[in-house]
């Protein structure tokens, strides 16, 4: 049985949220009904679109893995007292390591996985080290540095892709 002073704890910690969630929905219906599109018929779409089939919602986790990923590798980074705003474009430079090593390697899955994840992390820390050595003799603010790698790395990615 909850007592009354832990209801009201657990509603001053869900309300913010629940407050936070309802105001994108207003402001962003609002901004889609000054696009000229129906809000209710967007939401519609969004709700179906994510919770439709047992294959949409499959697809919404297989997308959002990724990003959950990162965002507790920053997680980790907080709470250690470190700021690692570089955390996406090294999950770009890994997935690719990653990928190209299991593309160009023959070898079995008990030796292969453990070869690409191995080069995976090494590859992030290598973004991250370049991020680290490219600001700290120029004096440069980190975020700003990260933002530059992370634009340099996702459009030679692009360029690639289209060409």
């Not at 919770?51 to 893995?65: E, H, K, P």
């Not at 590859?123 to 370049?130: E, Q």
């Amino acid at each position: 049985m909850i007592s009354k002073t832990q209801g009201w704890r657990l509603i001053r910690r869900v309300l913010p949220n629940v407050l936070a969630l309802g105001i994108v929905f207003l402001f962003g219906g609002v901004l889609i009904e000054i696009v000229g599109e129906s809000a209710f018929e967007i939401y519609r779409i969004l709700w179906n679109s994510t919770f439709g089939s047992f294959d949409d919602f499959g697809y919404v986790l297989f997308n959002a893995t990724r990003l959950i990923f990162t965002g507790l590798a920053v997680t980790i980074g907080f709470k250690g007292g470190l700021f690692n705003i570089g955390c996406e474009g090294q999950l770009y430079v890994a997935a690719f390591v990653a990928a190209w090593m299991g593309c160009h390697f023959n070898l079995s899955a008990v030796l292969l996985i453990p070869l690409c994840l191995f080069s995976a992390m090494v590859a992030g820390k290598g973004a991250l080290d370049i991020e680290i050595l490219t600001s700290v003799p120029r004096e440069l603010f980190l975020i700003i540095q990260a933002f530059l790698i992370l634009l340099l790395i996702c459009t030679r990615r692009f360029s690639r892709e289209t060409a």
